[in-house]
């Protein structure tokens, strides 16, 4: 059974009191007003996100939903991706650091997410959900599926990766979120005024564009190859333009030495990307662009900001997530092979000799990997 991409839904199973079907968002006209019943949702759930990479890399979607009595009470979005090798799989979803699982706020939530041999109650709408979701990556002829979850990991959790995520709440006042944070962030943030610098906040192309420099500079410095120019261009006209985000650029005089990338939607902000200049990493540009980043999404509504995952390996970007006071979680994700449904494990690849070698290459070498490889590497 296949599932036709312009059509707004099919039914896939159901049950006395839910049914499951397959959604194209970018076809079903109710879709982001649906997200609205869930607490959950996040920026990654809606339509804009999904146009994006559909745009940029042909992504195709296919996003189980849960409906009872025509009210949807449970989503999970899954995407179809290609390897280098042709073979397809789910991934829930691309470039996404956590994709929860949405259930309705009085619906059970899911915490086994390997169906073989479980005990969870195969009538909560979660495992149902998540059933379908193993039948559809069945008939879809999946190599394997990857869930990202986005929630806590439990001791005996045997994931296939595991990472740091942290999110730091939102308060209402300057003084209450600076009493958030450490003594070294307040520190950093007075130097950062004091030396000169100054901070833009734009949703328009210019400023994307601007923020895609510093970019490929710090991936190159990582030894990762930027994603390409036409993700970002996509995400500033499905998601910047359309109020769910913006760009925060810190400057010396004209040029920009600092910047960050923020999604927002239902009260939840990400920071999504950051890069910067070392050559100016002594004003600390990148402590005031995270501040001001805070400050901006508080104005807009937002309670907490999500600042993604965090390599186990990494032990700096931990401690400078953590300084702004923010909670960690140990987050997994589970990736399962078909037929089998045996778990896989995934390496992380924060380093070794690939990153060493992107050190190395040109610059240009690293954007023209980008926009090859990017499609593969979901």
């Not at 607490?39 to 979607?61: D, V």
């Not at 990400?270 to 999404?297: C, H, I």
Request: hydrophobic fraction near 35%.
């Amino acid at each position: 059974m296949s599932v036709v991409l312009d059509q707004p839904a099919r039914v896939l199973a159901s049950t006395s009191e839910v049914t499951l079907e397959t959604v194209n968002p970018l076809s079903y006209p109710s879709w982001d007003n649906d997200l609205n019943q869930f607490s959950e949702a996040r920026i990654f759930h809606t339509s804009a996100w999904c146009r994006t990479l559909r745009q940029t890399y042909g992504f195709s979607p296919f996003y189980v939903v849960a409906r009872r009595e025509g009210r949807p009470v449970g989503i999970l979005p899954w995407m179809e991706v290609r390897s280098l090798r042709g073979q397809r799989r789910g991934v829930s979803l691309p470039f996404t650091d956590s994709c929860p699982l949405l259930v309705a706020d009085r619906e059970p939530a899911l915490s086994d997410w390997s169906l073989e041999g479980t005990t969870a109650s195969p009538t909560t709408v979660a495992t149902q959900i998540l059933r379908r979701s193993y039948a559809l990556g069945r008939e879809r002829h999946w190599q394997d599926l990857e869930f990202r979850p986005g929630q806590a990991s439990e001791p005996q959790d045997p994931a296939s990766t595991q990472f740091y995520q942290h999110s730091v709440p939102l308060k209402p006042t300057d003084a209450s979120q600076l009493a958030h944070c450490e003594p070294s962030v307040r520190r950093s943030l007075r130097q950062a005024r004091e030396s000169g610098l100054t901070v833009s906040i734009g949703t328009d192309f210019a400023s994307i564009r601007e923020y895609f420099g510093l970019h490929c500079l710090t991936r190159r410095r990582q030894g990762s190859p930027p994603q390409p120019m036409a993700f970002f261009t996509q995400i500033q006209e499905e998601l910047l333009a359309r109020g769910h985000g913006f760009v925060i650029l810190a400057r010396q005089g004209k040029a920009p030495v600092a910047g960050a990338v923020f999604l927002h939607s239902n009260r939840h902000a990400t920071y999504k990307f950051g890069a910067s200049d070392l050559a100016y990493q002594a004003l600390r540009p990148n402590q005031l662009v995270m501040w001001s980043g805070f400050r901006e999404a508080y104005r807009l509504g937002c309670q907490q900001v999500d600042l993604g995952r965090t390599s186990l390996q990494h032990e700096g970007l931990r401690r400078f997530k953590r300084g702004w006071g923010a909670m960690e979680i140990r987050q997994s994700y589970h990736r399962f092979v078909l037929p089998s449904g045996g778990r896989q494990q995934v390496p992380d690849r924060t380093s070794g000799w690939q990153t060493r070698l992107f050190q190395i290459l040109p610059q240009w070498t690293g954007r023209w990997a980008g926009r090859l490889l990017y499609r593969y590497a979901a």
